[in-house]
């Protein structure tokens, strides 16, 4: 469900599909992070996925103009999932709250993979 504004010269709405992209855009730039997973329903696998489809491995639920994000990532071997993880989270938050003025809930890290250069 889309998040609304009501201002006194029309209504704001900003969809999932926006706040997933700003969540997918801001944990990229976390140190740590090789990408965004999405998983292969027919085999459960995980893939990588391409930044123009970062949004895939995001679920956004809105509800009363509060957010609860999922991602599902993908880390570099050899870093603490803990610290990045927290970075994640803290980056994620902070962008999405800036750039929407809506309150972030809660933020949920699913790392699904290592991945080893």
């Not at 006194?8 to 990408?35: C, H, L, P, R």
């Not at 956004?60 to 071997?77: A, G, K, P, R, S």
Request: proline share 1%; charged share 20%.
């Amino acid at each position: 469900m889309p998040a609304s504004f009501k201002t006194d010269k029309g209504n704001i709405i900003i969809e999932d599909g926006v706040i997933a992209n700003i969540a997918g855009i801001s944990a990229m730039e976390s140190y740590g992070i090789v990408g965004m997973a999405s998983k292969n329903a027919a085999d459960g696998f995980f893939e990588l996925l391409k930044f123009d489809h970062l949004s895939k491995g995001i679920t956004v639920n809105t509800e009363n103009n509060t957010i609860n994000i999922q991602l599902h990532v993908i880390l570099e071997y050899g870093v603490r999932i803990s610290t990045v993880g927290q970075n994640i989270i803290d980056r994620v938050k902070f962008n999405i709250e800036n750039l929407t003025g809506l309150e972030v809930e809660n933020i949920e890290v699913f790392v699904e993979g290592i991945r080893i250069e």
